[in-house]
């Protein structure tokens, strides 16, 4: 099933930059071979439901496990 979603990625750690995270996060989407496209809240998704809720969860660990400092919403 295609779907389109929205997605934000909020960094909980105090810091003033979040430019690292969400261009890890982002590559992530582009590396599941979606249709991306990066904007000032957010990133706009389009592909097929599967890839996406995969995509979102390996953003979410990927991320979790490798920023020391930062929490992510769960």
């Not at 660990?61 to 769960?74: A, D, E, P, V």
Request: charge should be positive.
């Amino acid at each position: 099933m295609k779907a389109i979603a929205d997605i934000c990625v909020i960094p909980l750690s105090g810091q003033i930059s979040v430019r690292e995270p969400v261009a890890r996060a982002h590559q992530i989407l582009k590396d599941a071979g979606l249709k991306v496209h990066l904007h000032a809240y957010g990133t706009n998704v389009e592909g097929e439901l599967s890839d996406i809720l995969a995509a979102i969860q390996r953003q979410h660990s990927t991320c979790r496990g490798q920023l020391m400092g930062w929490r992510w919403l769960r």
